[in-house]
């Protein structure tokens, strides 16, 4: 089974997507997502102009050795794109050989640990009232875990809240990045009122999750921490920016609040400390921006050791073929936690078809060979990329902050 072709795609069913398309001699196809929200022609030229020539005549089956022929062999390792692009490669060499064997992939990562994969909705809204109805509408979907985000009054538009009636989509289809403002101390004083509706509506029951965003410092999130302990989060995600490791140390001394973290992490490095002492509760990161699933696998492997669980990111910018990706990973892990569930745009459907289902606040791979995902070409090039930035954020004095 040799490469002998790797197509990449770039289209905008609804928002932009990266696929990579390695074709056999023997006539299968594997599927990769490389998508990199709002930089997507960075990954999509890495991908084209660097790797695709060097996977031709390749033997398919050697995952392992190509991943580090493609880590290691370039000399510069890390960061967002590159990771992206080997994700795609990764992944669809896991899917031709799946589909090789005839079994669905989580069978080739060890089989099924658990008979579906439990799965959080987003809930949101510009005023409490409206987070509370967005809530309830989760709950009717048969969520039992949701993720709450709501306006602060005076701020306009800010992170997780929808613009209009649809689902939240931070990037927006426009030549340069909206520009949204912040107030940490107006966010800081709105966020409890927030879970004490939440709780006061929904009762002890429901798992209530939040995403600060990367947005505090260390000693802001310590004290929100402390501040929610009362309302039982079952996390809180991305408290501080990123970059900075020995944050979350200073966070941790201070609250016993759950902390989850990763989403914009691309190798097991990023969490070297964060894992080895212990200072998060869930691992965030996706099949698409931390290597594929040979990379992603050895995350949750290390993770496992420390009783650190698994929250794949699950937004809808990663693509079908991420998100199916990361299904049959949660299958088959011991320390699956929980798996964010964003539904993709209504045209995602024409140019993805997917063998995955969601029901009853769950989701499961589907039964068919390799991802259970087919990538419709032509209904791919009625689609065309169209840019999108993610936004930026700004205090009153005009001063750019973490968004
Ligand atoms: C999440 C994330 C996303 C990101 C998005 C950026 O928890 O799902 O924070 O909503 O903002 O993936 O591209
Ligand atoms: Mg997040």
Not at 68 to 74: A, K, S
Request: proline share 6%; charged share 20%.
């Amino acid at each position: 089974m040799k490469i002998a072709a790797a197509d990449v795609f770039v289209s905008s069913p609804g928002r932009n997507y990266v696929t990579l398309r390695v074709t056999t001699d023997d006539g299968r196809t594997g599927l990769g997502d490389a998508t990199l929200n709002g930089r997507e022609l960075a990954v999509a030229a890495y991908l084209r102009e660097h790797v695709a020539p060097l996977l031709i005549g390749r033997d398919a089956h050697a995952i392992e050795d190509t991943w580090q022929y493609l880590y290691r062999g370039v000399y510069w390792r890390r960061g967002p794109v590159t990771m992206a692009a080997i994700a795609a490669v990764d992944t669809a060499l896991w899917d031709l050989k799946a589909k090789a064997a005839g079994m669905p992939l989580y069978q080739l990562l060890g089989g099924a640990s658990r008979t579906h994969v439990r799965a959080y909705g987003h809930a949101n809204g510009g005023t409490i009232e409206e987070l509370l109805e967005s809530v309830a509408a989760r709950v009717a979907e048969g969520f039992g875990a949701v993720r709450v985000q709501a306006g602060v009054a005076g701020l306009g538009p800010v992170y997780g809240v929808a613009d209009g009636d649809g689902p939240y989509e931070p990037a927006r289809r426009q030549a340069t990045p909206p520009v949204e403002r912040w107030d940490t101390r107006a966010y800081l004083r709105h966020i409890p009122t927030v879970f004490a509706a939440v709780r006061d509506r929904f009762g002890p029951e429901l798992d209530v999750l939040h995403d600060v965003h990367h947005r505090l410092t260390p000693m802001q999130a310590a004290r929100l921490g402390a501040t929610l302990e009362e309302f039982d989060p079952y996390w809180l995600e991305d408290v501080t920016p990123a970059e900075n490791q020995e944050a979350l140390a200073l966070v941790r001394r201070h609250t016993t609040v759950p902390i989850a973290t990763g989403e914009v992490f691309n190798t097991v490095l990023d969490y070297q400390y964060l894992i080895r002492d212990q200072l998060i509760d869930f691992a965030r990161s996706s099949v698409t921006h931390a290597g594929g699933i040979t990379a992603l696998r050895r995350i949750f492997d290390h993770a496992a050791l420390y009783q650190i669980r698994s929250a794949v990111h699950g937004p809808s910018d990663i693509s079908p073929v991420g998100f199916a990706a990361a299904l049959h990973l949660d299958l088959a892990l011991h320390n699956f936690g929980i798996q964010e569930y964003m539904p993709h745009p209504a045209e995602a459907a024409e140019v993805f078809h997917v063998a995955y289902r969601y029901a009853d606040g769950a989701l499961h791979p589907g039964e068919a060979p390799g991802l259970g995902v087919e990538f419709d070409e032509p209904a791919a090039a009625r689609h065309p990329y169209r840019p999108a930035p993610l936004p930026v954020c700004r205090l009153a004095d005009g001063t750019v902050h973490d968004w």
